[in-house]
């Protein structure tokens, strides 16, 4: 996904700093390490820098799902990053 093209599927106010794109950002970090590690696969750096992305990624999701469901529910399937469960949000 295009970075200018979630950017304009955010609202303004909340562009840089909102969850939403920090999960699109952290995201692209993610994809990026994945391919890196597939050619060089003893880079250990590399793989811990993924592991932490991953768990930072991980708590976003987590705190967006607690806070909103809606909005989580509408970012894990505009970036396919999850199997799409049915959730009883309140």
């Known amino acids: 996904m295009i970075k200018k093209a979630f950017i ?9 700093g909102s969850v939403e794109f920090q999960v699109f950002c952290f995201t692209n970090k993610i994809e990026r390490l994945t391919s890196h590690l597939e050619l060089h696969k003893k880079d250990f750096s590399s793989q811990r ?3 932490i992305i991953l768990g930072k990624r991980q708590r976003l ?3 967006l799902a607690k806070t909103n469901g809606v909005r ?3 970012l894990i399937s505009q970036l396919n990053i999850r199997e799409q469960k049915t959730h009883n949000f309140h």
Do not use: F, M
């Open 8 to 16: 304009s599927a955010i609202p303004q106010e909340e562009n840089r």
């Open 49 to 51: 820098g993924l592991r």
């Open 61 to 63: 999701l987590a705190y």
């Open 72 to 74: 989580y529910q509408k």
